[in-house]
């Protein structure tokens, strides 16, 4: 497995695992009171949150936990947040973005 990379404390720890024009998978490490910034992406998005708790934000924002699958659809709005646990997330981006022809 990739090593999760380590940054300021104030953004939680990514790692891209798996990385080619049909898809990304991202691993991220979330700590309590970190979170991803609310973004889009021209991919569609799965989130499969492997351990902890915490809050996802798409069409709503709804609370997660381990086993919990998110899908969201391409330019939709999501973020991630931990709350009080470490929340750990796998996102599968299909097809990798950029990777679309116009």
């Known amino acids: 497995m990739a090593r999760l990379a380590t940054g300021p404390a ?5 790692s891209v695992i798996h990385d080619t024009p049909d898809a990304r998978l991202v691993l ?5 009171s970190q979170a ?8 569609t998005v799965i989130l499969t949150v492997l351990s902890g ?4 934000t798409g069409a709503l924002e709804e609370e997660v936990r381990a086993g919990d699958v998110v899908t969201v659809e391409p330019g939709e709005p999501h973020g991630m947040r931990a709350v009080t646990e470490e929340l750990v997330i796998l ?5 990798r973005p950029g990777s679309r022809k116009a």
Request: charge should be positive; hydrophobic fraction near 40%.
């Open 91 to 95: 996102a599968a981006l299909t097809p």
């Open 28 to 32: 991220f490490r979330i700590a309590p």
């Open 36 to 43: 991803v910034s609310v973004h889009t992406t021209p991919s």
């Open 10 to 14: 104030t953004r939680p720890a990514t």
């Open 53 to 56: 708790s915490g809050m996802v």
